[in-house]
């Protein structure tokens, strides 16, 4: 394994930031020294990772860490890459038994793996934001009555890392090897809300709340809608009993995705028109994803009307929201709108509208996450096959098959497959390539 810290705080981090033309764009700032550390240790050829947050670096909170490794892989004898920091060479830090330290050269960053974590966190997550604050953890209790306290944000603030970093890796490229982690994270937070009742019960809820979230994400994704809308039916409860508006708009909003991918049009618009009063007094990016799933079943059942409207709204919004953690980790941003607006066009039958979108989605965003690239290059493949372009319709399809097998998303593969049956019904379907895409969904 390769072992680093990363060093996060309130000091902003400015970087180039799209805008349409003739707007200068606005991004907060703001230079406060306040900061907390993230240890991590990967093990990029076996696909493992393990995190923790902590409020320094040293000795210490090394030896923390090491602890923590050691037991999260205690069946293996851990050799672990290191750089040479006082913390990691001192005589002074207790190494386990089963973790072996090698000190990596001096001043060669580029050798450890896991600087390239806290790049994409500092370019891609954390660029032109201005946090409110750092929560202050509290290393120990001073009375009894605070010992729970104290136990349960030590499970809370490694539980916000491994939600977080779940997300990143699986819409990164597909690898779902942190995320089983999260069926022990969702058991850890019913056991502990079972027993206490104190200051940090609601924030354990809430957490409890998008780790059934990000479990119905990966649900949905494997076509798996009954487990899904269970996950997300829990994500709704709890919403209510915290009174959570967020909560429960964004559970709303995910039940009424599922209600329009199994074909029930009706209940799918009636469910987003409930979610909108939550919506409202819900965060900007919230009303915006209502809006763009909206617009998504209004032109999968041919309404274009309503799916102008809706998703116009969605662009309003989005040129408004600023962007924020929250907001990358639901995918709401202008460029997903747009891609949305062109897949619209897609399937009402006006694929050079949508061409002429993905020209400006290209330039936006001309580098993409694997799993973002296998589903923009399977939305394009669509627009290019029904305007009559098989060649470059098909060539892109297969592509874009390619990737999703590769990270496993059966909702990507299908697109593929609906592609083709569409194609299959026109005068087209007799193509010698669209041959070569049914055999290769065969052998999906």
Same mark, same amino acid.
């Given at each position: ?236 409860? @709890? ?7 967020? #909560?429960? +708009?964004? $559970?709303?909003?995910?039940? /009424? &995705? =599922? ?110 996450? @694997? ?7 399977? #939305?394009? +493949?669509? $627009?290019?096959?029904?305007? /009559? &372009? =098989? ?54």
């Amino acid at each position: 394994m390769a072992e680093d810290e990363g060093c996060f705080g309130r000091l902003s981090i400015p970087r180039r930031a799209w805008a349409p033309p003739g707007v200068r764009p606005h991004a907060p700032q703001q230079l406060i020294r306040e900061y907390t550390y993230v240890y991590a240790a990967v093990a990029p050829a076996e696909g493992k990772m393990t995190s923790l947050i902590l409020p320094s670096a040293d000795t210490e909170m090394m030896g923390l860490f090491l602890e923590h490794v050691s037991k999260t892989y205690e069946k293996y004898f851990v050799v672990m890459q290191v750089d040479q920091a006082s913390w990691h060479v001192t005589k002074d830090l207790k190494i386990p038994d089963n973790i072996r330290l090698i000190a990596q050269p001096a001043y060669s960053p580029e050798l450890n793996p896991v600087e390239h974590i806290w790049e994409e966190l500092r370019e891609k997550q954390l660029a032109n934001l201005a946090l409110p604050g750092i929560p202050q953890r509290k290393m120990a209790a001073e009375h009894t009555s605070e010992a729970d306290d104290v136990l349960l944000q030590a499970l809370l603030e490694p539980a916000q890392a491994t939600v977080k970093l779940s997300w990143l890796v699986w819409h990164g490229d597909g690898d779902t090897t942190i995320i089983n982690n999260l069926n022990s994270l969702v058991v850890n937070l019913e056991d502990a809300l079972t027993q206490y009742r104190g200051t940090f019960r609601r924030p354990t809820q809430q957490l409890l709340a998008y780790a059934y979230e990000m479990m119905g994400k990966i649900s949905f994704d494997q076509l798996n809608y009954v487990e899904a809308n269970g996950r997300f039916d829990e994500m709704y409860q @709890l919403g209510q009993e915290l009174d959570d508006s967020n #909560i429960i +708009a964004l $559970a709303m909003t995910h039940q /009424g &995705d =599922i209600l329009r991918k199994r074909g029930r049009y009706e209940l799918a618009v009636r469910c987003l028109e409930v979610a909108q009063p939550y919506a409202e007094t819900s965060d900007p990016y919230i009303r915006g994803m209502r809006w763009q799933i909206l617009a998504r079943a209004h032109y999968e059942y041919g309404y274009e009307s309503s799916f102008l409207r809706a998703i116009d709204h969605a662009q309003e919004i989005a040129l408004q929201t600023q962007s924020t953690l929250d907001a990358k980790y639901n995918q709401f941003n202008l460029i997903e709108v747009l891609q949305e607006r062109a897949q619209g066009y897609t399937m009402l039958w006006q694929p050079q509208k949508a061409l002429d979108i993905y020209k400006e989605t290209d330039q936006l965003k001309p580098f993409r996450p @694997l799993r973002d690239l296998g589903s923009y290059t399977i #939305i394009k +493949a669509q $627009a290019h096959a029904f305007s /009559g &372009d =098989i060649d470059e319709g098909v060539k892109l399809a297969l592509k874009g098959l390619d990737i999703a097998r590769g990270y496993g998303s059966k909702r990507h593969i299908a697109r593929v497959q609906k592609m083709y049956d569409r194609l299959s019904t026109t005068p087209m379907s007799q193509h010698d390539l669209l041959r070569d895409l049914r055999d290769a969904l065969m052998h999906v």
